[in-house]
């Protein structure tokens, strides 16, 4: 009905009068990586949802379990973009309100269990609190924003309250990088969560090429460890001849 009246902006988010919410650039960066922070299984991935974008593949099988360390290497590569152009000391940044209390929530966990992962704290039980913490924040932002049906007006964020955010998550996102290293030297791409009952229970598929491409771009690896990753690759089975 909004569409038949004012043309395709009508599919868009509105506020006061009818006028699109517009937001900043930082806004339109940050919100992407903290909806797939919000589905992240440490260890294991960012979990596929079911209808969205990025899953119509051939993957799409592995909706409902799967855990994408594919998506979690770029979202690395992706933080540290983010780290040097967010930068600005005293900067601040507009952010809609309710995506503000999203990220602050989001930080408030990542720093949590960057903490615990420094101080040689990290158990199964943190990162399965982890996982589900996350999870909330993601959730309690959808669930606002559907009740409210528009978005709040825009806050200051200072760039020190997301560079945490982001150097939080850096620890975070290499830690599961670190612990999805096969034993024979390759990098896994796709998981499953088995089970998030008591412990995050993570299953692991067969090593596919796109995740050794990706975690090479990651930024994580040396140039050592990246020489290396490419001689296994060549000894493996992915490698044939033709």
Known sequence: ARCARMGQDGKLV???GEAVHLVGLAEKLLVP????LGNLVPGG???MNAQRPEWNDANNALVGSGLSMVTLYYMRRYVAFLQTLLRGG?????????????LQHTARVLVDAQQAMQAGHWTPARARALFEAL???????????YAAGYLA???EVSADEIQAMLAASLVVL????????REDGLYHAYNLLLSA??????GHLYPMLEGQVAVLSSGVLSAAESAELIDTLFRSDLYRED
């Open 174 to 181: 290499d830690q599961s990088i670190r612990e999805n290293r």
């Open 153 to 155: 007006d825009p806050c």
């Open 135 to 145: 999870g909330r924040g993601s959730s309690a932002y959808r669930q606002t924003i």
């Open 45 to 47: 991935g960012i979990w």
């Open 14 to 16: 509105l506020g006061a």
């Open 197 to 202: 009952d008591t412990a995050l229970a993570i």
């Open 33 to 36: 990586l903290l909806a797939k």
């Open 90 to 102: 005293e900067a601040h940044f507009l952010l809609t309100a309710q995506v503000a209390d999203w």
